[in-house]
């Protein structure tokens, strides 16, 4: 099992700036991805940014040059930093896992991001 927990989101005005961490705890041994999505009112779940299997990294064409993701091996952390954040960037954000061993994929609580205009 692989426990996430979001923190880092609230309310901001259009233009500024977040980070949102996601701590990962229990079997992190089997993690070989990690990312973020996020899920706006009415609409779908979609990837944000994301560490690949690989190690690369793959960003939604609307946050690119704008949001950076990041990780801290040490702290079993990863991070999006989020500039320039548009309202339409307003959403609960979900930290995402996936399990090499059980090919499960594991997400946190989500937390809010809402950006005002």
């Known amino acids: 099992q692989v426990q996430l927990v979001e923190s880092g989101g609230g309310l901001v005005q259009a233009g500024g700036s977040l980070r949102l961490s996601c701590a990962a705890s229990?079997?992190?041994?089997?993690?070989?991805?990690m990312g973020w999505y996020r899920q706006a009112p009415g609409k779908q779940r979609e990837l944000v940014a994301a560490?690949?299997?690989?190690?690369?990294?793959n960003y939604a064409d609307s946050v690119k040059g704008r949001f950076t993701i990041s990780r801290d091996n040490a702290k079993n952390t990863v991070y999006l930093q989020m500039n320039s954040l548009k309202p339409e960037d307003t959403a609960v954000y979900y930290c995402?896992?996936?399990?090499?061993?059980?090919?499960?994929?594991?997400w946190g609580q989500g937390t809010q991001v809402t950006v005002s205009s």
């Open positions: 229990g079997s992190i041994f089997s993690i070989n991805a």
């Open positions: 995402n896992a996936h399990s090499l061993i059980a090919n499960v994929y594991y």
């Open positions: 560490f690949t299997s690989g190690g690369s990294t």
